[in-house]
């Protein structure tokens, strides 16, 4: 199923690249630039991540919030979001 009708990206391609590490958003839209154009879908990327994609997340959670940090901002929609969600 479709959680970016955008870029035709799908829960599938969501899960993968949570497994490979990419475990928030903005890395997600990095990968596959999901939820950079219109942005609807980023709360459905939020959602996957929180349900388990991400084996990493436990990890991630554990450490100092700067090291959760994206590598690449290149996501305006995603930051609004995320900032809306805060
Ligand atoms: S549905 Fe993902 S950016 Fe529009």
Do not use: W
Request: proline fraction near 5%; glycine fraction near 6%.
């Amino acid at each position: 199923m479709y959680v970016c009708s955008c870029f035709g990206v799908t829960e599938a391609q969501v899960r993968a690249h949570a497994e490979a590490g990419h475990c928030t958003p903005r890395q997600i839209a990095s990968q596959s630039k999901a939820g950079t154009d219109c942005g609807n879908c980023v709360r459905s990327i939020q959602a996957l991540l929180g349900r388990g994609a991400c084996p990493r997340r436990e990890l991630l959670e554990s450490r100092a919030p700067e090291a959760l940090e994206p590598e690449v901002a290149d996501a305006a929609s995603v930051a609004s979001v995320e900032q809306a969600a805060a």
